[in-house]
T-cell receptor, first 115, second 112 residues
Framework: DARVTQTPRHKVTEMGQEVTMRCQPI?????VFWYRQTMMQGLELLAY????????DSGMPKDRFSAEMPDATLATLKIQPSEPRDSAVYFC?????????????FGPGTRLTVT | QKEVEQNSGPLSVPEGAIASLNCTYS??????FFWYRQYSGKSPELIMS????GDKEDGRFTAQLNKASQYVSLLIRDSQPSDSATYLC????????????FGAGTRLAVHP
């Protein structure tokens, strides 16, 4: 049963600290997405990659967020420095774009609390 | 502004009834449509995808798409308490590098 995995599942940190979240997409998927979910804003797309190349990061605060995909099995999202308003659940999703068929599968999420 | 609109609910239905969840979208060129179910504290789970006008059935779930009206719906037959969750509509907008735009979700409550 192929699944997207994310680490850590929970993270509590102090304002100003660096936070790194990791994601392992489903093997064979060619797109990876980072989302943030809050009660107020719902599910927001932060960044996404196709074949490891960043295609769109317009949803990310550029001054503090960065997303990379160093290899096909690992995607990272970093926040430096973190702020209380970054507290949210961060989801990674992966998908296989094949013709008109297109589906995304979500990981379990990282619940981030910045105090 | 590309938008996906859903009634936030809660939509309350009795066990065994049909739950009908609706979604409208702003981009007439959209081609792919998805329904995700999200239990409280969990991640969204893909339950249906639909690409062509008409109905698509999978077990107790039926997705309906009307591109002319820019409307997609999800019917859940024989609703069970375990169906109580938030249902997110997602649309792949044209020209968007395959990214999905999600609605805010409709909270469904199925009561015994």
């Amino acid at each position: 049963d192929a699944r997207v995995t994310q680490t850590p599942r929970h993270k509590v940190t102090e304002m100003g600290q660096e936070v790194t979240m990791r994601c392992q997409p489903i093997l064979g998927h060619n797109t990876v997405f980072w989302y943030r979910q809050t009660m107020m804003q719902g599910l927001e797309l932060l960044a996404y990659f196709r074949n490891r190349a960043p295609l769109d990061d317009s949803g990310m605060p550029k001054d503090r967020f960065s997303a990379e995909m160093p290899d096909a099995t690992l995607a990272t999202l970093k926040i430096q420095p973190s702020e209380p308003r970054d507290s949210a659940v961060y989801f990674c999703a992966s998908g296989l774009v094949l013709g008109s068929s297109y589906e995304q599968y979500f990981g379990p999420g990282t619940r981030l609390t910045v105090t | 502004q590309k938008e996906v609109e859903q009634n936030s609910g809660p939509l309350s239905v009795p066990e065994g009834a049909i739950a009908s969840l609706n979604c409208t979208y702003s981009d007439r060129g959209s081609q792919s449509f998805f329904w995700y179910r999200q239990y409280s504290g969990k991640s969204p789970e893909l339950i249906m995808s639909i690409y062509s006008n008409g109905d698509k059935e999978d077990g107790r779930f039926t997705a309906q798409l009307n591109k002319a009206s820019q409307y997609v719906s999800l019917l859940i037959r024989d609703s069970q308490p375990s169906d109580s969750a938030t249902y997110l509509c997602a649309v792949r907008f044209s020209g968007g590098y395959n990214k999905l735009i999600f609605g805010a979700g409709t909270r469904l409550a199925v009561h015994p």
